[in-house]
């Protein structure tokens, strides 16, 4: 069973930076987009940055010019750098495809940004 697995959540004051890792058994050479996706209570689940095959990216206009995605094909590890965080970006971080893959969900990894 496929899964996605995020790592490196945790507990930020406003205008600190995370590294978010996401691992998978899958190949990523065989996948056209990843994603990462974030989710507070109450809310969908929404991408807020992606990269192809060729490794272009977009940014959700809510993180644009603070999170930088990146991949290492040969580990098959997604990244998620977040600089200049946010009260506003705390929420449940999660990888997947895009489009999402109902079955490959894994349980997130948590960022809080607060003084």
């Known amino acids: 069973q496929v899964q996605f697995v995020e790592s490196g959540g945790g507990l930020v004051q406003p205008g600190g930076s995370l590294r978010l890792s996401c691992t998978t058994t899958?190949?990523?050479?065989?996948?056209?987009?990843l994603g990462w996706y974030r989710q507070v209570p109450g809310k969908e689940r929404r991408w807020v940055a992606r990269?192809?095959?060729?490794?272009?990216?977009r940014y959700s206009d809510s993180v644009k010019g603070r999170f930088t995605i990146s991949k290492d094909n040969a580990k098959n590890t997604l990244f998620l750098q977040m600089n200049s965080l946010e009260p506003e970006d705390t929420a449940v971080y999660y990888c997947?495809?895009?489009?999402?893959?109902?079955?490959?969900w894994g349980q997130g990894t948590q960022v809080t940004v607060s003084s």
């Open positions: 997947n495809e895009i489009p999402s893959v109902a079955g490959f």
């Open positions: 899958k190949n990523f050479e065989t996948i056209g987009v």
């Open positions: 990269i192809n095959a060729a490794e272009s990216t």
